[in-house]
């Protein structure tokens, strides 16, 4: 069991939008700016999308954004490309004893 | 270009060991703290270990606490991890990456990955 809950998967069709949701604790998400989205395909390493809760690093379409509210961090993905099929994770500080933790993350299908 | 490229993956034996390498090039490492990560095979990403930048703090996930080890040798811009007491459960893709800022707040870039099969 994974320190941050992610719906197992999600799907949309082209050019619509989805929200991923990545819930936690007050000790981890809820209790700074230290939260981050990964992409990974299969066979790839993970491609940082978001890093301090809804900053793009440059290069990640503005089609990716990010937001917190309370213990729940959201990574929403609008215009939905065919290319977007891959696995998501959201991944939070959680302190000094356990430093950080993942998301168990969520399929995203694109129909 | 700023790269980080992984080694040393391989099959060891339950009870055995293995060591670890991620050389790193295109950036100032000394300035930044690291981490592991990894992924078993049909499962998510598993937060491992993280150094920082001076390498005088070192963390580890409970998982792999008292048998694995991570360092650095910020002359040689390389960070190591040397896993001890290998079980099968640590059977993975191995991942290094570098911390942007802070430790969860976003890390890039990421190796290729090692492939480590522990197996009698």
């Known amino acids: 069991q994974s320190a941050l809950t992610q719906p197992r998967s999600v799907s949309g069709s082209p050019g619509q939008s989805v929200t991923i949701s990545c819930t936690g604790t007050?000790?981890?998400?809820?209790?700074?700016?230290?939260v981050s989205w990964y992409q990974k395909h299969p066979g790839k390493a993970p491609k940082l999308l978001i890093c301090?809760?809804?900053t793009r690093p440059s290069g990640v379409p503005d089609r990716f954004s990010g937001s917190k509210s309370g213990n729940t961090a959201s990574l929403t993905i609008s215009g939905l490309q065919a290319e977007d099929e891959a696995d998501y994770y959201c991944?939070?500080?959680?302190?000094?004893?356990?430093?950080?933790?993942f998301g168990g993350g969520t399929k995203l299908t694109v129909l | 270009e700023v790269q980080l490229v992984e080694s040393g993956g391989g099959l060891a034996q339950p009870g055995g060991s293995l060591r670890l390498s991620c050389a790193a090039s295109?950036?100032?490492?000394?300035?930044?703290?690291m981490t592991w990560v990894r992924q078993a095979p049909g499962k998510g990403l598993e937060w491992v270990s993280a150094?920082?930048?001076?390498?005088?703090?070192?963390y580890y996930a409970d998982s792999v606490k008292g048998r694995f080890i991570i360092s650095r040798d910020n002359s040689k811009k390389t960070l190591s991890l040397q896993m001890n007491s290998l079980r099968a459960d640590d059977t993975a893709i191995y991942y290094c990456?570098?911390?942007?800022?802070?430790?969860?707040?976003?890390?890039?870039?990421w190796g290729q990955g090692t492939l480590v099969t522990v197996s009698s």
């Open positions: 990456a570098r911390v942007l800022t802070y430790y969860g707040s976003g890390s890039w870039p």
């Open positions: 295109g950036f100032i490492f000394s300035s930044y703290a």
């Open positions: 150094i920082s930048d001076s390498g005088l703090s070192m």
């Open positions: 007050s000790s981890d998400v809820g209790g700074h700016n230290y």
């Open positions: 301090d809760v809804s």
């Open positions: 991944c939070s500080y959680a302190g000094t004893n356990t430093l950080v933790v």
